[in-house]
């Protein structure tokens, strides 16, 4: 039986603080929620979610209604008692592609001045390899007794949830003592899941890691798409089979518009800064990026010439369905470009919210197709699989309809009278089932 770990204060209550801390709360720890935005702490403590992750608001319910989760936005009350602090403030982008750590630093400042003596500092946020040490450096010289563990999230957006419930592996880096401390907190979540103790750098560099193989994936097979669609092969039989292979396994081989959201484009390109600065070549990396915004100005190419001047629809704002985040949505992206070339282009999405500069969002998918000569289908949310294509097909003033993300079932559209076309699946061919 493991000794029951001290209280958590969990410093950023943003995608990955709260999805962590409200399930580790649900989990039996006693976790402090903290912000520096009042405002979205007190919608939090009014019971609200301030973003779209299914099954959260339930983590959150009942964990809440236990006694095990509060929110607050005093640092000193996070703080009180806390045996731990976990740090999930962003690490946005800096100019270069590299991770601006303005936000990591300061809130590990606030910690150690506010923290109780031995507190271990849990590192959740992405960080390049190097700063849990840096991090650790500076604790040395201001509060010795603290330690500082890497704890690299692998939680998906619009499977957060169960991603952190169900977790392939859990990754713990630093000293051994802290890096059990911190795994105990961990004690009833994913029994079966591996636990793997490591040395910081190593905790932080898998994160990049894994996030650069699954970009590179889908570039990957993004590039196999577009040669299917030179030369007239099926990328969906491509994917299957190629993902029969053991070695290669299926997942991650979906063919479409190219990647988005707060993650990919982020970590790939911070990897790249990072190889530059340690003056190693990583041009593998590099490339996935290269390939995924050719992918959608392709995408958004072949729009403009097939539409000649009429309007576009585009079904899906949100980077991937099951969220409305639209960091980076390549959808939006074709979106911002047709507008910028003079087409009307409307968009539809049945939870996220277009900026400005994207067209026109209308809330029912028939509407946003009506007159449109080309739609584009840029997120693969389930709703999207029952439209009434005959709906859409009265409504628009054109035939096709171009799935960017192989999604749809082309009989349904085609007995529509729709034409449709994806991506390295031009040609109406058997797929294998
Ligand atoms: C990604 C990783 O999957 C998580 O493991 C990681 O923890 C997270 O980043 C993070 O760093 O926090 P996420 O960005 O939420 O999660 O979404 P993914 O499901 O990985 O999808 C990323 C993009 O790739 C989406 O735009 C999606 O449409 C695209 N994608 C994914 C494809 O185009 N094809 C595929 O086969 C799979």
């Not at 603080?17 to 976790?31: D, H, P, Q, S």
Request: glycine share 10%.
């Amino acid at each position: 039986m493991t000794d029951e770990p001290g209280p958590l204060a969990v410093i950023g209550t943003g995608y990955v603080g709260l999805v962590t801390g409200a399930c580790l709360a649900a989990a039996g720890n006693e976790v402090r929620c903290h912000d520096i935005d009042a405002d979205r702490i007190r919608v939090l403590q009014d019971g609200g979610i301030p973003i779209h992750e299914p099954g959260l608001d339930d983590v959150v319910r009942s964990a809440t209604a236990s006694g095990r989760l509060r929110f607050t936005d005093e640092l000193a009350d996070a703080l009180d008692g806390a045996a731990f602090a976990m740090l999930a403030v962003g690490t946005p982008q800096d100019e270069d592609g590299s991770a601006d750590l303005t936000f990591i630093d300061q809130a590990f400042r606030d910690v150690l001045a506010a923290c109780a003596e031995d507190v271990t500092v849990i590192v959740r946020s992405t960080v390049p390899p190097g700063t849990g040490d840096v991090l650790q450096d500076l604790a040395d010289d201001l509060r010795p007794r603290v330690t500082v563990v890497n704890a690299p999230e692998f939680l998906a957006e619009g499977t957060a949830v169960r991603d952190f419930q169900e977790p392939d592996r859990l990754v713990f880096g630093g000293p051994a003592e802290a890096t059990a401390r911190v795994e105990a907190l961990w004690r009833d979540v994913g029994r079966d899941a591996p636990r793997i103790h490591v040395d910081r750098i190593t905790a932080e560099l898998a994160k990049y890691a894994s996030n650069t193989f699954l970009a590179a994936r889908v570039s990957l097979i993004n590039e196999m798409a577009n040669l299917c669609d030179a030369l007239g092969g099926d990328v969906r039989s491509l994917a299957k089979i190629v993902g029969l292979d053991a070695r290669i396994g299926p997942s991650f081989l979906r063919a479409g518009i190219g990647y988005g959201g707060s993650c990919f484009p982020k970590d790939v390109q911070a990897v790249a800064a990072v190889a530059r600065r340690a003056g190693v070549d990583v041009p593998v990396a590099e490339a996935a990026e290269v390939t995924n915004q050719a992918q959608w100005q392709r995408v958004a190419q072949r729009i403009e010439e097939a539409a000649d001047g009429r309007p576009v629809a585009i079904l899906g704002i949100a980077f991937k369905p099951g969220t409305d985040d639209v960091r980076e949505a390549p959808g939006l992206k074709i979106a911002r470009r047709l507008t910028e070339a003079g087409l009307v282009v409307r968009l539809y999405d049945p939870v996220a919210k277009a900026p400005d500069g994207c067209g026109t969002q209308v809330d029912d998918p028939v509407g946003a197709c009506q007159g449109a000569a080309v739609v584009l289908h840029a997120t693969e949310w389930p709703e999207h699989a029952d439209l009434d294509w005959q709906a859409v097909a009265d409504a628009m003033d054109g035939k096709l309809v171009l799935d960017g993300r192989n999604a749809l079932d082309w009989g349904a559209l085609g007995k529509a009278g729709l034409r449709v076309e994806g991506i390295g699946a031009r040609a109406r061919k058997e797929v294998m089932a």
